[in-house]
């Protein structure tokens, strides 16, 4: 069986999506690009012989398509996500779930009333066998339980439009749920700390900034948000346990050792670090579509990353103060 994939999104993640799906992953087939530019989605979808469309509305009701995957910006994914789930095709959608807590909870509603769970949200990072190697390593007790969880998400630069709300809810987004999947628990309060500011940014920016939270059975988490760090993209995560630490291997690459020192080569964007990992995911979704089961992460573990991201943008707000993260109960469909 090839699964028929509609891409809704043709900006980069999306055209990323397509050559992945195209040359390098087995079972799946692009036939439907949408865009609001719907030149933009011609131009991605006319090579591949798909259809083109100027909305998300219009590729899900589409017959040909089997399954949805969403590459848009995070506050226009909950009307996709939703009609793509009443349709009953199952969706991998880009994080974040949504924007909003609310949104999250309404997609959540909709795959609870379809009876099983469709929806596959796009934190890559639980494919990355760093990560993965990080929580069997805890899991198995070897070291005995976490305590404190070290991280450090490092950009080159960012576009003026990026926000210092965008380096909660588009970059450390990231941490929220790869801690949630290291501790296998719930993050319970949350705060932003804002460091000296660097002179590299845009004067809007509040870069850096440290996300500090703490989870249901005590670990504290740190997570170093800098967006204008200059050398590359550097991605750095250390889980200290009782009897050792476990730190991420990065940017592991061959060593130049010469006379301007020992180094090895800097990932400039999270498409070269995360490669590997973009491509387990999506494999792995393309062959549970075809098996009509879902895998990954599910609309859950996009809610309580909201949750998270819905509290530290209220500390931010309020000049750091910590801030509980208030989660709804978990629907039976989501138990693990």
């Known amino acids: 069986m090839t699964v028929r994939i509609g891409l809704i999104g043709a900006g980069g993640m999306g055209r990323a999506h397509v050559e992945r799906i195209e040359k390098e992953l087995a ?18 979808a006319e ?3 798909a259809t083109a469309y100027g909305s998300g509305a219009e590729l899900i009701a ?7 995957l969403i590459a848009t910006f995070g506050k226009v994914h909950a009307p996709d996500v939703i009609a793509a789930v009443k349709a009953g095709k199952y969706v991998l959608c880009e994080k974040p779930l949504a924007t909003t807590a609310e949104d999250c909870i309404a997609i959540m509603e909709v795959e609870q009333e379809a009876g099983k769970k469709l929806v596959t949200v796009g934190f890559m990072r639980r494919f990355d066998k760093g990560y993965q190697e990080m929580r069997a390593l805890r899991e198995s007790g070897e070291l005995g339980y976490a305590t404190l969880v070290h991280c450090r998400h490092r950009n080159p630069t960012v576009p003026e439009g ?11 987004i990231h941490e929220i749920d790869a801690c949630r999947y290291l501790l296998g628990e719930e993050i319970v309060s949350v705060r932003i700390d804002t460091p000296r500011a660097t002179s590299r940014r845009f004067e809007h920016l509040q870069d850096p900034l440290v996300l500090v939270a703490k989870t249901e059975s005590g670990v504290l988490i740190d ?12 991605i750095e995560c250390e889980l200290v346990l009782e009897a050792g630490t476990i730190r991420l291997g990065d940017q592991e690459h061959t060593y130049v050792r010469d006379s301007l020192g020992n180094r090895n ?48 943008i209220a500390s931010l707000e309020d ?13 039976s469909l989501y138990e693990r």
């Open 223 to 234: 997570d170093e948000v800098n967006v204008n760090i200059q050398f590359g993209y550097s």
């Open 47 to 49: 090579p591949l012989g």
């Open 27 to 44: 079972g799946g087939k692009v036939v439907a690009v949408a865009d609001l530019n719907l030149e933009g989605a011609k131009a991605v």
């Open 162 to 172: 990026y926000t210092t709300r965008n380096m909660i809810d588009d970059t450390a």
């Open 265 to 312: 080569a800097i990932c400039s964007s999270h498409i070269d670090r995360f490669h590997d990992a973009f491509n387990a995911e999506v494999q792995q979704w393309i062959r549970a579509v075809e098996r009509d089961e879902h895998t990954g992460s599910d609309s859950w573990d996009g809610y309580a990353a909201t949750a998270v991201v819905d509290a530290a």
């Open 62 to 68: 589409d017959p040909n398509v089997d399954a949805v």
């Open 319 to 331: 000049g750091g103060r910590e801030y509980p993260v208030t989660l709804i109960e978990r629907p």
